[in-house]
């Protein structure tokens, strides 16, 4: 689309020259495709930070680093082929279970290899919809986000703080996501996937990301359902199957589930409460025996050897 409301482009990663009316462009595959800033609206300037030189994905064994202008498809490589990546980073060869949920992840955003290729990840989270895959990916990582201001000061904030609601954040005007850092430590815990539809192949309804972390505790990612990831820890020796739903409720408020034509709050509900069931069983067999070898997503989470 034509963005005829659009006097400039510059380009620069420079928050200083941020002036009001400008929007940050990274992939541009939201501006381009809605023909507006979803959270300004029609932008006069147009910051390009194709310029900026950032390493797509930085790795020093204890901590993998995500730019904000690493494209999908680079992030999608490393998800595929994860040890060859990560050794033409640093040499290592390690083993990190959590990369596994790059694919799917990526493979949430139902889109050609065209969009791959332009979409960023910094620019999926800071459009801040629900069924934004990074955003997903980066909360269910316990990923946090460097945020650069105009002033020079350079604040970090949880990933799933930074969404606060549709097409809402907590980004300040002029303010620019640099990376995101994701501990090694969090990749090497055992983690699983669930993705669901109201159509084959549509948009994300239910995207929930559990990973083990411990003493028996599941930290569960609740997101596309919710307009806005909400983290919950769970005792999986004080669950009881049959109140997974109340427990749910007690974390998600009634007026924090999605609603649009992509699937029913109520619907979403029910279907979070059933994909964490799977989680449980998945990550703690015998948990929940009824939700054993029983997947109701439809996007698998598949390791990169399978």
Known sequence: MDMTCVNEIVSTADPNQWQPG?????GGTVLYSYGIDLQIGRPKRLLDLHAAGWPALEWDGQRL?????????ELYRLGRTPEHVLAELTGQLPQHPGLDLIAPCCDSFVASFKI??????????????PAGPMTS???GWDAVAEIHAQDGAVRHQPVAEVV??????????????????????????????RRISLTERGRSAVLLIARDIGDRIMRLAITAGTVHPIMVDIPIDAVDPAELTDLI??????????????????????MTARLTQELIEELFPGTIPDAADRDSGDITLKGANS
Request: glycine share 6%; with cysteine; hydrophobic share 50%.
């Open 65 to 73: 680093r995500i730019a904000a202008t690493c494209k999908v498809a």
């Open 249 to 270: 409720d007690e974390y998600v408020p009634h007026n924090a589930w999605t609603t649009d034509i992509h699937g029913a709050p109520a619907w979403r509900r029910a």
């Open 22 to 26: 400008d929007a940050w462009l990274a």
């Open 137 to 139: 990916l980066l909360a």
């Open 164 to 193: 606060t609601g549709e097409a809402k954040h907590t980004l300040s005007n002029g303010e620019l996501i640099r990376a995101f850092d994701i501990d090694a430590a969090v990749l090497q815990q055992p983690s699983a996937f």
């Open 116 to 129: 791959w290729n332009m979409s960023t990840v910094g620019g999926n989270v800071a459009t801040a919809l």
